[in-house]
């Protein structure tokens, strides 16, 4: 029978392995002797005591009845490196040092802030790592943390991938440690119910949790989460809209607010300061203004895009306010021609006509639930007339808290009759009976005999016909001239210009700076003058003034005509304009979001309709270029 010293020889001491590893379940101890792994056999056997170290140069002694161990004696050697028992694969070690964000951290990325709350899994600095490694020791060893084993826990296999951490050996050096952050030792704690959501019923979760959900950002990308109702908890209650650009509505809001008065700033309003500030940013609203004299033409030019959407604007406007006089017959082609050339992204708000005379109001299809309902009233300066080709139509409304008023006109024409178009201003802004039922947003600053004081902005544009003074013959002098100095030259000659500096008409109206050349009258379809037997003198009689109740609410940015629509002896005039909005109150007659439906279904199938026959025409031509070489 073997003697122990031989059997130690052969179990624990044996030669080395041929990769240069040692035993199974020993390890180099720092008195340079064999130790047991823990976890190993050897170590459950030896118990948490140290095993004896074998001395390197003294021989084993054998016991009296082992004659084997006295003829040979053995002498151990330190292994190069140690060999674990348990081998952890890549895989597994990906996955340790795998780190899964959560979505408020995925969110809050995007901006540069921390997640509220914080998380058990963020890093946090340990302390510095002792210097120095065992030789051999591979590096992915090194970045496994060590795990505090529990006092009295003597070793024992690996049931779990918490109890594998204990199989392994304590590190010289490597990654710090990521311990778990400071938490209160009450189970009951703010920080352990808020930050990683033990709690929900908790009475602060949900004032924590409601500073949290925020409007995600609009661009798409690998950052956003996944699903607008993906939370860590799975629950409703922090379920938040992540991919709608959409304001969160609570609850308790939808409770409280009311419906009836509204506040000036109170979170409900819908025409109160947050959500305009959640549209207009700026409390600043895009607006088109234009007036053109159709001369009575049934023929409408085939291309809109000049009029409405001009190559000076890098961006379509919010708001688009179109007059006409001596408008086509069919008004409803007219409107169908509108909606369509501004596509499915604006809605006919209203539009009125009164004669010849024509109003169009064109929204944002986003912005029509914060108008007040749209009034309108005419005014006939021409009595006994049949057809009301002269006169004005006025259209109000309330956007938001700023009351605007849009007024067409069609004053006396000839090149003599200024009297009697002042006369028809006179009666205009006497005979427009507005507002009705939508109030006045400055009553003690309003005026019963001046319809242009009831509101904050007033736009008055239309054929007012006043001439340039002089004759032809100057007029066209002046236009031979340097196209820098015509224009100045001509102004000189305006009887607006002059009568409003005499106070006689248009009362604290002002008006772009005009760089056009005259938008009457022209040959139909050419660019030249008047050339019949009457030779009319070319003149400014298309015009578009402003009004604003408040000093510099009204800025006016682009001031032209269109010489491209040549369908009339007029040539379309427009207007850019950036109008300063003010918050409302929900205690006026709303639009509630009307507009005219048909006529914006109308609008998009005809868009539809040229698309797919622009596309026929491609395929077309295509095919027909194709030859063939035999």
Same mark, same amino acid.
């Given at each position: ?55 390197v140069d003294v021989p084993a002694r054998g016991g009296p009845e082992d004659p084997q161990a006295k003829a040979k004696a053995f002498t151990p050697r330190p292994p190069l490196r140690p ?10 070690k990906g996955w340790r040092r795998r780190r899964l964000p959560s979505s408020q951290e995925d969110l809050a990325s995007g901006t540069g802030a921390s997640p509220p709350g914080g998380s ?12 120095? #490694? ?70 602060d979760y949900k004032l924590r949790t409601q500073s949290r959900l925020l409007r995600a950002h609009s661009s798409l990308g690998p950052g956003r989460p996944p699903s607008p109702l993906a ?104 409107? +169908? ?40 009233? +005419?005014? +006939? ?20 808290? +700023? ?88 102004? #000189? ?77 007029? #040539? ?34 005809? #868009? ?23």
């Amino acid at each position: 029978m073997p003697s122990k010293a031989a059997c130690l020889g052969r179990s624990e001491a044996g030669p080395p392995q041929p990769d240069g590893g040692m035993l199974k379940g020993h390890l180099v101890d720092s008195e340079g002797g064999l130790a047991p792994f823990p976890g190993s056999p050897a170590a459950d056997r030896a118990g948490p005591e140290k095993s004896p170290a074998v001395p390197v140069d003294v021989p084993a002694r054998g016991g009296p009845e082992d004659p084997q161990a006295k003829a040979k004696a053995f002498t151990p050697r330190p292994p190069l490196r140690p060999r674990l028992e348990r081998a952890l694969s890549l895989d597994e070690k990906g996955w340790r040092r795998r780190r899964l964000p959560s979505s408020q951290e995925d969110l809050a990325s995007g901006t540069g802030a921390s997640p509220p709350g914080g998380s058990s899994q963020d890093p946090v600095p340990g302390p510095p790592a002792r210097a120095g #490694r065992p030789p051999g020791l591979s590096t992915s060893l090194q970045e496994i943390p060590r795990a505090p084993r529990a006092p009295g826990n003597g070793g024992g296999g690996p049931s779990s991938w918490g109890a594998s951490r204990d199989l392994l050996p304590p590190l010289a050096g490597g990654l710090p440690s990521r311990p778990l952050p400071a938490m209160e030792w009450s189970v009951a704690s703010d920080a352990l119910r808020t930050a990683h959501k033990v709690d929900a019923d908790h009475t602060d979760y949900k004032l924590r949790t409601q500073s949290r959900l925020l409007r995600a950002h609009s661009s798409l990308g690998p950052g956003r989460p996944p699903s607008p109702l993906a939370s860590e908890d799975g629950s409703l209650r922090s379920a938040r809209s992540a991919f709608s650009l959409l304001a969160p509505l609570r609850t308790k809001d939808m409770r409280s607010r009311s419906y009836l008065a509204g506040s000036l700033l109170g979170s409900g309003a819908l025409m109160g300061a947050e959500e305009l500030a959640r549209y207009f940013p700026n409390r600043t609203v895009a607006l088109f203004v234009a007036t053109w004299n159709m001369q009575g033409q049934k023929e409408l030019p085939v291309n809109l895009d000049e009029l409405l959407l001009p190559a000076e604007a890098d961006y379509a406007q919010d708001l688009y306010v179109v007059g006409v006089q001596e408008g086509c017959s069919d008004r409803r082609e007219w409107e +169908t021609r509108l909606q369509e050339t501004l596509g499915p992204h604006y809605v006919m708000l209203h539009s009125a006509a009164h004669g010849a005379l024509h109003l169009s109001v064109l929204i944002r299809r986003d912005l029509i639930w914060f108008c007040s309902e749209v009034e309108s009233s +005419t005014v +006939t300066t021409r009595i006994g007339s049949q057809i009301k080709t002269k006169g004005a139509l006025g259209v109000g409304f309330t956007f938001f808290g +700023t009351s605007l008023l849009f007024i067409t006109s069609h004053f006396t024409s000839g090149d003599g009759k200024v009297g009697e178009r002042l006369l028809d201003y006179s009666k205009t802004i006497q005979g427009l009976a507005l507002p009705k039922n939508v109030p006045d947003t400055c009553p003690y600053r309003s005026d019963a005999a001046d319809v242009t004081t009831r509101f904050d902005g007033v736009f008055w544009f239309g054929d007012f016909n006043f001439r340039l003074s002089g004759g032809r013959a100057p007029v066209e002098a002046i236009l031979r001239q340097d196209p820098g100095a015509r224009v100045p030259a001509l102004l #000189r000659l305006d009887q607006l210009a002059r009568e409003r500096q005499r106070g006689s008409i248009f009362k604290g109206f002002q008006e772009p700076d005009i760089h056009f050349l005259p938008s009457y009258k022209f040959d139909i379809g050419k660019d030249s003058y008047d050339t019949s037997s009457k030779q009319r003198t070319p003149s400014y009689t298309d015009r578009v003034m402003f009004r604003s109740r408040h000093q510099d609410d009204i800025c006016p940015l682009t001031y032209s005509s269109c010489p491209g629509i040549k369908t009339s002896d007029h #040539r379309p005039v427009y207007g850019l304009f950036r109008v300063r909005v003010r918050p409302g109150r929900d205690n006026i007659p709303l639009a509630a979001g009307k507009f005219d439906r048909e006529l914006y279904l109308i609008g998009i199938k005809r #868009r539809i309709s040229k698309e797919m026959q622009r596309q026929q025409a491609l395929k077309t031509q295509h095919a027909s270029t194709i030859c063939t070489v035999s």
